[in-house]
C-alpha cells in the first residue's frame, strides 16, 4: 500500500524559511515521479511542484519560482521542498502526490494526508 | 486564476446522471491528457479518472470520463449519496509548463 507522510508544516513568520519532506513507503520510489500541491483554506488545488524519477526534470508554478526548490533523495525514499521568502499568500495545506509515471507530464495519483503551512506575524 | 474552468457546483437527486465540464485551452487539455479528482469533505484528494477516460482500479464505473478538442467531462450516472464531494479536473499546460487543476465542481446529492 502507498503511504505518503509529510512533516515540517508549521507556524512562520512573512519573509522566513519552511523545509517539508515527504517519507515514502509501499512503492518503488525510485520509479516514479513526484509533486507537492498545495490547497488554502477553502480554495481548490494548486500544483506547487514536480520532480522526474531521476531528478532530471522539474518544474514550478509560476506562483513559486524562484522561492520554492523541489528536491528528493532516492535512497531514503524521501522528497523535499525548500520554501524561501515565505508570504501570507504561501498558507495552505501542503500535499505530497506520487506521479503516475516516471515524468512529471502525468500527474499525481496518490495523495499523502498534507501538511499545514500557515505564514503570519 | 486557473487556466482550467468549471462550473462551481452541481446537484441532483439519487439515481440521476451528473456531468461536470471542464474548459481548457490548446495548450493543455487541446494537446495532453485529462485526469480527474475526487476530493470528499476532510480528505485528501482521490485519482477518479486518468488518461481522459480510465478509471484506476477500485473506482465504480458509473464515473466516466471524456473528452473533445479543449474540453473535458466528468459524468457521474446512478448518483449516490457518498458522492457529495468536490471534482476537480487537471492536465500539464505546455505554455505554463507546469500542471494545471480546474477550478473545481462541488457536487452536492439532493
Known amino acids: 500500500e502507498v503511504q505518503l507522510v509529510e512533516s515540517g508544516g508549521g507556524l512562520v513568520q512573512p519573509g522566513r524559511s519552511l523545509r517539508l519532506s515527504c517519507a515514502a513507503s509501499?512503492?518503488?520510489?525510485?520509479?516514479?515521479?513526484m509533486h507537492w500541491v498545495r490547497q488554502a483554506p477553502g480554495k481548490g488545488l494548486e500544483w506547487v511542484s514536480g520532480?522526474?524519477?531521476?531528478?532530471?526534470?522539474?518544474g514550478y508554478a509560476d506562483s513559486v519560482k524562484g522561492r520554492f526548490t523541489i528536491s528528493r533523495d532516492n535512497a531514503k525514499n524521501s522528497l523535499y521542498l525548500q520554501m524561501n521568502s515565505l508570504r501570507a499568500e504561501d498558507t495552505a495545506l501542503y500535499y505530497c502526490a506520487k506521479d503516475r509515471t516516471y515524468d512529471i507530464l502525468t500527474g499525481p495519483d496518490c495523495w499523502g494526508q498534507g501538511t499545514l503551512v500557515t505564514v503570519s506575524s | 486564476q486557473s487556466v482550467l474552468t468549471q462550473p462551481p457546483s452541481a446537484s441532483g437527486t439519487p439515481g440521476q446522471r451528473v456531468t461536470i465540464s471542464c474548459s481548457g485551452s490548446?495548450?493543455?487539455?487541446?494537446?495532453?491528457?485529462v485526469n480527474w479528482f475526487q476530493q470528499l469533505p476532510g480528505t485528501a484528494p482521490k485519482l477518479l479518472i486518468y488518461s481522459n477516460n480510465q478509471r484506476p482500479s477500485g473506482v465504480p464505473d458509473r464515473f466516466s470520463g471524456s473528452k473533445s478538442a479543449t474540453s473535458a467531462s466528468l459524468a457521474i450516472s446512478g448518483l449516490q449519496s457518498e458522492d457529495e464531494a468536490d471534482y476537480y479536473c487537471a492536465a500539464w499546460d505546455d505554455s505554463l509548463d507546469g500542471y494545471v487543476f480546474g477550478t473545481g465542481t462541488k457536487v452536492t446529492v439532493l
Open positions: 509501499g512503492f518503488t520510489f525510485d520509479d516514479y515521479a
Open positions: 490548446s495548450s493543455n487539455i487541446g494537446s495532453d491528457t
Open positions: 520532480i522526474s524519477w531521476n531528478s532530471g526534470s522539474l
